[in-house]
């Protein structure tokens, strides 16, 4: 089977599950509805409950968790693949962390959500990440630099999380200590709507580029003679994974190894080692929306958020890396 073939069957599949993950998504709950009845809500068909249920209560949830869990996994693949490193995800080199500090900052001191919420995390990970690029900038960018940087940034940026948790009201703790856990409770038709085209419009950039990382694959000095630039490429591709992950972030704050995880999984089901930033966007999406029906139902009466269950799954595998790696 041809490299080209085997990635769109995996993408096919993968999109598969992801299909039958959304229909379980949106027919399980307290009113439980049939495959039936989900298709026909979402083609127009309904009645006045499944439309209700789809429309209001399920169908914002479940397509927040495949668009954050798309922009998280598209974002974890390109860090990696630029820094050529396992382990350089968002999540590790500090990116999601300025995000996190960046929001609870803006919650507690501005009362901040919905857009205010959004721009606010956008613009504090754009200033995060180039404090992390001036500090790890030697002539270009190398992968151990930027992870030893972004580890130590990453802890700046907790210690002004703890402030702010400190800083603000019981209320407020409390809502920050839900959203900070990586949680899908207060995404509502509106904000899926402005992730929506935040995230369409950045994929689309980032597949645009995804011939730059085949080509910087190779090593800087090849890619130069095959007339990319690489630094100027390597900015334009981190430039579009920060503003991928502030995106999830803002819509259902820090869900742990998400991006961390996707690429590894794609590299492995497409099998020739080339990131395939369709399939893990894909992957993404599924683990996310599995994440988030587990824990909503695995323990009964008592649903988690989502990167609770993330990072229970996600955090080994980071020790894996470590304890495996030179």
Excluded at 219 to 238: Q, S, T, Y
């Amino acid at each position: 089977m041809s490299a080209l073939r085997r990635e769109v069957t995996v993408l096919g599949t993968v999109l598969a599950l992801l299909v039958a993950l959304v229909l379980v998504g949106l027919g399980v709950g307290e009113i439980p509805l049939s495959p039936l009845r989900v298709a026909g809500a979402l083609v127009g068909h309904g009645d006045t409950v499944s439309d209700f249920v789809i429309g209001q209560l399920r169908g914002p949830r479940v397509a927040g968790a495949v668009l954050v869990g798309a922009a998280l996994g598209a974002a974890g693949g390109i860090v990696q693949s630029v820094v050529r490193n396992p382990i350089a995800s968002p999540d590790v080199i500090g990116i999601t962390s300025g995000a996190s500090a960046s929001g609870l900052t803006a919650i507690v001191l501005l009362g901040a959500s919905g857009g205010l919420l959004f721009g606010s995390v956008l613009v504090g990970t754009l200033l995060v990440s180039v404090v992390i690029a001036g500090l790890s900038w030697r002539r270009g960018i190398t992968g151990n630099r930027v992870v030893l940087v972004g580890i130590g940034v990453a802890a700046i940026c907790l210690s002004i999380t703890g402030w702010m948790l400190t800083a603000g009201t019981v209320q407020q703790a409390g809502t920050a200590l839900l959203w900070l856990s990586g949680s899908l409770n207060a995404v509502d038709r509106t904000l899926v709507g402005v992730l929506g085209v935040a995230v369409v419009v950045l994929l689309a950039a980032a597949l645009l580029q995804s011939r730059r990382l085949t080509v910087l694959a190779l090593g800087d000095e090849v890619a130069a003679a095959l007339g990319l630039r690489p630094d100027r490429a390597k900015v334009l591709l981190l430039l579009t994974a920060v503003c991928l992950t502030a995106s999830a972030v803002a819509t259902a704050g820090p869900v742990a190894f998400v991006a961390l995880m996707a690429a590894p999984i794609a590299r492995r089901l497409v099998g020739n080692g080339r990131v395939a930033l369709g399939v893990v966007a894909a992957v993404g999406a599924v683990v996310t929306l599995a994440g988030d029906l587990v824990a909503q139902f695995a323990i009964p009466g008592n649903a988690l958020p989502v990167g609770v269950v993330t990072g229970v799954v996600g955090a080994p595998y980071l020790l894996w890396l470590l304890a495996r790696g030179r």
